[in-house]
């Protein structure tokens, strides 16, 4: 059964859109958003839009019908410990990558789109959702898929388009930066499936999860979009829920990982193609797989002591149950989750977040190319 809010926001979004672009946002924690009020527009605001799985999710999923804490740990303790002190649905101990992005670029902290209550789409919306594929038929029913995230852009264009006009509107997509993280989902489910899948099936399966990506890509070009940010596909066979999973003991699960790189050569050329083929289009890449396997193999580096274990959950590996399904069931729960890159068996903690923020934000060709964000964000 939908949730009676649910319904109110979505009529309430449908027939009086004004009211929910000309206000503040509404949220339940004091200090968690904070947004202009002012109906004049900044023209040189750029708003930033977040399409993705669960690493940039600000919680949409728990406004799903009948969501629970089974599927989506991340609404219950101890996630959110560190910065908002509850848990918001985000899969982190505190913030995640869009919302230093966000800090970055002069925003304030996005709200996930699905969320009741009046929002200002002239910072951007957050449609990421934990567990979500570029595929329609990845996690089916329990996560918002990147098609579905696409519409939710649709229905802001019109509500911009109604606050603003048809100039005003268009030149807020048109300078907007369009974040994305997603496809990982898609391999890890494949590849659970098919785990000695030919070079034929997995070429077959890369293709068709890049061809409904660019697919989308194109559709956000047609709106408008014209600066697309990418963190491209993690080392997932070294997150320490699936070393767990498949019973590694050193190393990582190369199967996994594999998929992830063959993805990231195929997005590489993809977008390449759409540079020469768009007129106006741009992209950034942030090398996210050799970021992760950087704070796998060297945690002490950069100021961590473990970056192969996670902080919160059970097993051998903590990568697996972090919360003990809303502290149902016993779970271990390190004392500073600074210390680790991994706050659960798939997602970095905050202080990772911020470090990884930065490369997307400021980095240099060797991690983020051919542009990185911040200058995306100096575009106007």
Avoid at 52 to 74: K, R
Avoid at 161 to 168: H, M, T
Avoid at 316 to 341: F, I, K, Q
Wanted: aromatic share 12%; hydrophobic share 35%.
């Amino acid at each position: 059964m939908v949730s009676l809010s649910y319904i109110v926001y979505v009529l309430a979004s449908l027939f009086n859109p004004i009211s929910f672009l000309l206000y503040g946002h509404h949220h339940d924690h004091p200090n968690q958003y904070s947004s202009s009020t002012s109906i004049e527009h900044n023209h040189n605001k750029v708003a930033l839009f977040v399409f993705g799985d669960s690493p940039f999710e600000a919680g949409n999923n728990q406004y799903l019908p009948n969501t629970t804490v089974e599927e989506d740990a991340a609404i219950a303790w101890p996630y959110g410990e560190t910065y908002f002190h509850h848990s918001t649905g985000r899969f982190c101990d505190g913030r995640v990558v869009p919302d230093f992005i966000a800090k970055f670029g002069k925003l304030p902290m996005l709200p996930p789109y699905l969320q009741p209550g009046p929002h200002d789409f002239t910072d951007g919306s957050n449609f990421a959702s934990g567990g979500a594929g570029v595929l329609e038929t990845t996690n089916p029913g329990l996560s918002i898929n990147l098609p579905t995230q696409f519409s939710y852009l649709k229905n802001v264009a019109k509500l911009l388009e109604l606050k603003l006009g048809d100039l005003e509107a268009k030149r807020v997509l048109r300078t907007a930066v369009y974040l994305v993280s997603i496809g990982g989902v898609d391999y890890i489910s494949f590849y659970s499936t098919y785990p000695n899948a030919t070079e034929s099936l997995r070429s077959e399966f890369i293709a068709n999860v890049i061809g409904n990506l660019t697919v989308v890509l194109k559709e956000i070009y047609n709106l408008g979009g014209r600066k697309i940010a990418f963190q491209n596909v993690g080392s997932l066979g070294c997150q320490p829920i699936n070393r767990q999973s498949y019973g590694v003991t050193e190393g990582c699960v190369e199967g996994l990982s594999t998929l992830g790189r063959l993805h990231n050569r195929a997005l590489a050329n993809v977008l390449e193609e759409l540079e020469l083929e768009l007129s106006g289009f741009k992209y950034s890449i942030f090398n996210y797989y050799d970021a992760l396997l950087e704070l796998y193999h060297n945690p002490a580096k950069h100021g961590f002591t473990n970056g192969s274990d996670a902080c919160c959950g059970i097993g051998p590996y903590r990568g697996d149950d972090c919360g003990g399904v809303n502290g149902t069931e016993p779970y271990e729960l390190c004392p500073n989750p600074g210390d680790y890159a991994w706050w659960d068996g798939g997602h970095s903690t905050e202080r990772a977040n911020l470090k990884l923020a930065e490369l997307i934000w400021s980095g240099t060709l060797n991690t983020t190319g051919p542009y990185n964000v911040k200058q995306f964000f100096q575009q106007v």
